[in-house]
């Protein structure tokens, strides 16, 4: 198969060439840029081109968005410091969730076998979770309520509410979230 003949690219856009383009020139200058302070700024370019994004929303610097016009975010969510959203398709964010620095959310891989083709499905991540540094969220997947992704972890399906999910777990822990361990 040459790559360059595989189905997909342009067909997730959502948007003119022009809403593409100039979506790239807004996002290195306003929201991944790292010399840029300001949240709210981040935020209001995002808006402008598309995001629903609630009060309350911290968005650090070194962020990156791929189609703004896919993502939603509710209230008082913090996203952090070098979070890439490679949205190809909805990713929504639901209120009072943390993103930690570094981690990867992609709705987007290929066909191994056959064409190579492009295969999106969207992310929902309920209220109340932390998807703590460098995680990454595959496509097609659900992070309940209240649930804890620890550090490094790649979550390929979906994740019962209330759970604490790590990279060096073999299934999946239930449990309170803010427990206090006896040592």
Not at 36 to 51: E, H
Request: glycine residues 8%.
């Amino acid at each position: 198969m040459r790559l360059r003949d595989a189905p997909g690219d342009r067909q997730t856009w959502g948007g003119s060439r022009a809403r593409v383009y100039a979506w790239s020139v807004a996002e290195l200058l306003f929201v991944t840029n790292p010399w840029q302070i300001s949240s709210r700024l981040r935020v209001a370019v995002l808006r402008l081109f598309g995001a629903q994004i609630g009060p309350g929303v911290t968005f650090r610097p070194r962020t990156r968005v791929r189609f703004p016009w896919k993502l939603t975010i509710g209230a008082d969510t913090w996203i952090g410091e070098g979070v890439w959203i490679h949205n190809q398709d909805q990713v929504k964010i639901e209120h009072d969730v943390v993103i930690s620095q570094e981690s990867f959310l992609t709705t987007g891989s290929h066909r191994h076998r056959s064409d190579m083709g492009l295969v999106t499905r969207p992310i929902l991540i309920e209220a109340g979770t932390w998807v703590t540094s460098r995680c990454m969220i595959l496509g097609g997947v659900t992070i309940g309520r209240s649930s804890l992704i620890e550090p490094m972890t790649v979550v390929q399906q979906n994740v019962p509410s209330n759970t604490v999910l790590g990279s060096d777990r073999s299934a999946y822990v239930t449990r309170p979230r803010f427990r206090q361990e006896q040592e």
